[in-house]
């Protein structure tokens, strides 16, 4: 059974930085895409960034050259480094990944950006 688990998000001061961690288990194989969505409060999910097995990435626009995703597959889990972040980028942040054609989705964690 596949299961992932953010870890990271937090409180964080405009133009500060956090590192989001998305652990999978239920093993890798079959993984063609991952990514990380996120959804603030009133608004519809969105997309925030893919990485493909063969690591080509993806960015929404409002966060290119301020989010860097990457994967560590011997450990088995993606990252977001979130830079220069801005309030607008507080939202509820989830782990994506697309196994063998199905979706699976983490919990969330909340990221604040907020003075």
């Known amino acids: 059974q596949v299961r992932l688990v953010e870890y990271g998000g937090g409180l964080v001061q405009p133009g500060g930085s956090l590192r989001l961690s998305c652990v999978v288990s239920?093993?890798?194989?079959?993984?063609?895409?991952m990514g990380w969505y996120r959804q603030a409060p009133g608004k519809q999910r969105e997309m925030v960034t893919l990485i493909t097995d063969t690591d080509s990435t993806t960015y929404k626009d409002s966060v290119k050259g301020r989010f860097t995703i990457s994967r560590d597959s011997a450990k088995k889990t993606m990252y977001l480094q979130m830079n220069s972040l801005k309030p607008e980028d507080t939202a509820v942040y989830y782990c994506?990944?697309?196994?063998?054609?199905?979706?699976?989705w983490g919990k969330g964690t909340l990221v604040t950006v907020s003075s």
């Open positions: 994506n990944i697309l196994k063998y054609g199905i979706d699976h």
């Open positions: 239920g093993g890798i194989l079959g993984i063609n895409v």
